[in-house]
T-cell receptor, first 113, second 113 residues
Framework: DAKTTQPTSMDCAEGRAANLPCNHSTISGNEYVYWYRQIHSQGPQYIIHGLKNNETNEMASLIITEDRKSSTLILPHATLRDTAVYYCIVRGGTSGGYQKVTFGTGTKLQVIP | NAGVTQTPKFRVLKTGQSMTLLCAQDMNHEYMYWYRQDPGMGLRLIHYSVGEGTTAKGEVPDGYNVSRLKKQNFLLGLESAAPSQTSVYFC????????????FGSGTQLSVL
């Protein structure tokens, strides 16, 4: 699996958009970008994923650069409940074979009142 | 639909004692994983399974054994617990690899004295 690089921590004012960057310069053509978050000591929660195109769901938007070497997770209107550690990972898109899923240390997002 | 259930939620062991952590999923997922999380170190993969009757080593397998006798259950065993195994343990499952998202349990806090 490709490696990812994320800032250790970020702050965001409540009600503003939170933009969390992730670098994945060694990503392969069939690898997807996934985002998860972990609130306090709970199990990580899936947020969104994408391959090439930008994606949006009820939780967030994912912007992937054209060269796919980096991406940004956008929480459009951050709330205090969005305070969490956010993990960016990449994993293969092939259904055959197995690719281990590994998590780094993520970005600790603090939403400030 | 319970998703991924881990038992127990908390456990305190003495050095040298043994125990088994149980992970159960009701989503008919093929793939299951055990992670440990230590402060400041993110999630590290211990063992994983790509189907009933199969297991494989992850990043940090030493001191642990696993079994997947039934598709819905993935057991993590500590034969002789050590203080270094004090951690929070998370189980996860996915339908298959590739672009399938992971579903996590709520974790087991284990302390080895």
């Amino acid at each position: 699996d490709a490696k990812t690089t994320q800032p250790t921590s970020m702050d965001c004012a409540e009600g503003r958009a939170a933009n969390l960057p992730c670098n994945h310069s060694t990503i392969s053509g069939n690898e997807y970008v996934y985002w998860y978050r972990q609130i306090h000591s709970q199990g990580p929660q899936y947020i969104i994923h994408g391959l090439k195109n930008n994606e949006t769901n009820e939780m967030a938007s994912l912007i992937i650069t054209e060269d796919r070497k980096s991406s940004t997770l956008i929480l459009p209107h951050a709330t205090l409940r969005d305070t969490a550690v956010y993990y960016c990972i990449v994993r293969g898109g092939t259904s055959g074979g197995y690719q281990k899923v590994t998590f780094g240390t993520g970005t600790k997002l603090q939403v400030i009142p | 639909n319970a998703g991924v259930t881990q038992t127990p939620k908390f456990r305190v062991l003495k050095t040298g004692q043994s125990m088994t952590l149980l992970c159960a999923q009701d989503m008919n997922h093929e793939y299951m994983y055990w992670y440990r999380q230590d402060p400041g170190m993110g999630l590290r993969l211990i063992h994983y399974s790509v189907g009933e009757g199969t297991t494989a080593k992850g990043e940090v397998p030493d001191g642990y054994n696993v079994s997947r006798l039934k598709k819905q259950n993935f057991l993590l065993g500590l034969e002789s617990a050590a203080p270094s195994q004090t951690s929070v343990y998370f189980c996860a499952s996915s339908y298959r690899t590739g672009n399938e998202k992971l579903f996590f349990g709520s974790g087991t806090q284990l302390s080895v004295l």
